[in-house]
């Protein structure tokens, strides 16, 4: 299980995700992993991952793999 003292990360989301306040996700660089939360529950859950299977998500949906 990947762990992550998240309490300093600077998140950020999309610049293609607007300003409208819709379904966003935001990612944070936290030492060696990725965290994605919710932006409209940042105090909710979030998701770690690893960098090189973010790499490899992100990379997959570049090439349209996914939707």
């Not at 990612?27 to 965290?35: F, G, K, N, Q, R």
């Not at 932006?39 to 090189?52: E, M």
């Amino acid at each position: 299980m990947i762990r992550a003292d998240l309490s300093a990360a600077q998140w950020r989301k999309s610049s293609r995700s607007g300003h409208e306040g819709g379904a966003c996700v935001e990612v944070a660089d936290v030492a060696e992993v990725i965290a994605v939360r919710d932006s409209k529950d940042p105090g909710g859950p979030k998701l770690l991952f690893a960098d090189a299977e973010w790499r490899a998500f992100t990379r997959r949906v570049r090439d349209e793999q996914y939707g």
